[in-house]
């Protein structure tokens, strides 16, 4: 193997699931501060949200994982964009209301005009 490729914190390093707490033991440069006794020895623990152990896709499962609301905030900005587009529509209406109307009173101004001309 070629000397000096690697770079200098290049190292066993545990990741550890947060779903079902299992562990992987491999090889990283990853920054954390925190560590975990695995086996008998320290290493550097990193924690991650979802991993093959977890997924729905190599697990075989569905089941749905909400870690940060992402559920939540889409159901929100949906409502939010429903309802937005129903005060909309409900401006569009008010005008073309309006404007039949006012052309109703027209056609009664006119039509009074001309009983009171003959």
Known sequence: MKKAIHPDNYRLVV???LNDKSTFLTRST???E???TLDGAEYPLVQVHISSSSHPFYTGQE????VEGRVDKFKARRDAAKA???KKQASKKKPAEKKTEAKE???QKI???RQTKK
């Open 15 to 17: 990741f550890q699931d």
């Open 30 to 32: 990853v920054k954390t």
């Open 34 to 36: 925190e560590t975990i």
């Open 63 to 66: 089941k749905l994982m909400d």
């Open 84 to 86: 937005h587009a129903e």
């Open 105 to 107: 009173d027209s056609k």
């Open 111 to 113: 039509g009074t005009l």
